[in-house]
């Protein structure tokens, strides 16, 4: 049975939001235009899917290649320097999506500008995105680093889920321009909330080379990406599971993992601190792997939304438990620069799965697919135990 918050939790809590807050507007301005520019390329500048795909997945190779230094940036100049210049960007790139419109005439200047916008949003999203949660962990304290990572994976993956409706709408009521100005709106208030905040003192030591943080992180990494890969299975091919048996309701799927993740985090992101991040992340792979096994043996909709249910309580959990053992196994000073290479190995399980989930498909079918990413979810509870064995360099 869940307890109320105590007294003394609840300031912590108070003092963590407003800054996830400000992760929240970023991570809006990547949802809002999202599912919008694929069909804009297509429709309204006359070329094909590739292209199309392109120009929502140069933000994500942006991000891969700034998260690294976002994280070291975050170190050396301070956490909310590093947020304001990743809003900045964010906005930025808000304004040339707004000015598309006005050279869609040329359609190449048009695509050239709407990828600028998402290179733009890349670094934005690289740099709030890493610097908010060491922000709030100099704001709060290491100890409670669980609820910061938590609510900060709340907060993006919530801000994206609300985007999508946000920006289908904007756009069929006026275009594109309008998705655009509102991708000016969310990054503005997040600097609004974020001028109102201090920054927390740069730590002083040495910084750890980028190589020796990568070493350090691998372990680590690779057990957030062989979960990871459940979830972007999930998100590339659930709702085309469902179409290919015949099912209704492609989207639910999707919907019940997504929201699953997000309450897991919320719900038993304190058993971090009580429990240990190695006992939770074995358990939350553990769980996840009997949720893409139910899927991978789902004879109708229900069982396999079950398994839905059961996957994205389990992966939910597992980059914020993981998150916390690696902060207390590197020193202070190169907090920041081993988060951002922790977080690119999420980055990069989302960005591969697809194709390479398409390219099992041409040897098996949809629910193959799931029993290949439950063996890589059983597989990263052995690479839990790897990182327990590692010694700490903190």
């Given at each position: 049975?869940?307890?109320?918050?105590?007294?003394?939790?609840?300031?912590?809590?108070?003092?963590?939001?407003?800054?996830?807050?400000?992760?929240?507007?970023?991570?809006l301005g990547v949802g809002v235009p999202l599912a919008i520019l694929p069909v804009?390329?297509?429709?309204?500048?006359?070329?094909?899917?590739?292209?199309?795909?392109?120009?929502?997945?140069?933000?994500?190779?942006?991000?891969?290649?700034?998260?690294?230094?976002?994280?070291?940036?975050?170190?050396?100049?301070?956490?909310?320097?590093?947020?304001?210049?990743?809003?900045?960007?964010?906005?930025?790139?808000?304004?040339?999506?707004?000015?598309?419109?006005?050279?869609?005439?040329?359609?190449?200047?048009?695509?050239?500008?709407?990828?600028?916008?998402?290179?733009?949003?890349?670094?934005?999203?690289?740099?709030?995105?890493?610097?908010t949660i060491t922000w709030n962990i100099g704001r709060v304290g290491t100890a409670h680093t669980a609820q910061v990572m938590s609510w900060?994976?709340?907060?993006?993956?919530?801000?994206?889920?609300?985007?999508?409706?946000?920006?289908?709408?904007?756009?069929?009521?006026?275009?594109?321009?309008a998705v655009g100005?509102?991708?000016?709106?969310?990054?503005?208030?997040?600097?609004?909330?974020?001028?109102?905040?201090?920054?927390?003192?740069?730590?002083?030591?040495?910084?750890?080379?980028?190589?020796?943080?990568?070493a350090l992180v691998l372990p680590?990494?690779?057990?957030?990406?062989?979960?990871?890969?459940?979830?972007?299975?999930?998100?590339?091919?659930g709702g085309l599971m469902f179409i290919a048996a015949g099912w209704e309701g492609a989207s639910l799927l999707v919907s019940v993992f997504g929201l699953c993740f997000a309450g897991s985090r919320v719900v038993f992101g304190g058993q971090i601190a009580r429990v240990g991040g190695f006992r939770v992340?074995?358990?939350?792979?553990?769980?996840e792997t009997l949720g893409l096994g139910l899927i991978w043996l789902a004879w109708a909709p229900l069982p396999a939304l079950i398994g839905g249910a059961l996957a994205g309580l389990g992966f939910g959990m597992v980059f914020p438990s993981l998150g916390v053992e690696l902060m207390k196994r590197v020193p202070a000073a190169s907090r920041g620069g081993a988060l951002g290479i922790y977080t690119v190995f999420l980055d990069l399980a989302l960005a591969i799965t697809g194709p390479l989930a398409g390219l099992v498909l041409a040897w098996l079918d949809y629910p193959g697919i799931f029993a290949i990413c439950a063996l890589c979810a059983a597989a990263g509870i052995g690479m839990v135990a790897l990182c327990r064995a590692r010694p700490s360099e903190a």
């Open positions: 049975m869940l307890r109320p918050p105590t007294s003394r939790e609840r300031p912590v809590l108070l003092r963590i939001l407003p800054i996830s807050f400000v992760n929240f507007c970023t991570y804009y390329v297509m429709h309204q500048l006359g070329y094909g899917p590739v292209l199309a795909g392109l120009s929502v997945s140069s933000q994500f190779l942006s991000t891969v290649v700034t998260r690294s230094l976002a994280g070291r940036m975050s170190d050396a100049i301070g956490a909310r320097r590093t947020v304001l210049y990743g809003l900045t960007a964010a906005l930025l790139a808000g304004l040339m999506l707004t000015c598309v419109p006005l050279v869609e005439a040329t359609p190449l200047l048009a695509y050239a500008a709407i990828v600028i916008s998402r290179l733009l949003l890349g670094f934005g999203e690289s740099c709030s995105g890493t610097a900060g994976g709340v907060a993006a993956y919530g801000a994206i889920a609300a985007g999508a409706p946000i920006g289908g709408a904007a756009f069929d009521a006026l275009g594109l321009w100005f509102v991708t000016i709106l969310a990054p503005l208030a997040g600097l609004l909330v974020a001028l109102l905040h201090g920054e927390t003192p740069v730590i002083a030591g040495v910084r750890q080379k980028a190589g020796r943080t990568l680590f990494g690779a057990a957030l990406t062989l979960g990871a890969i459940g979830f972007g299975a999930v998100a590339s091919f992340a074995a358990l939350a792979l553990g769980l």
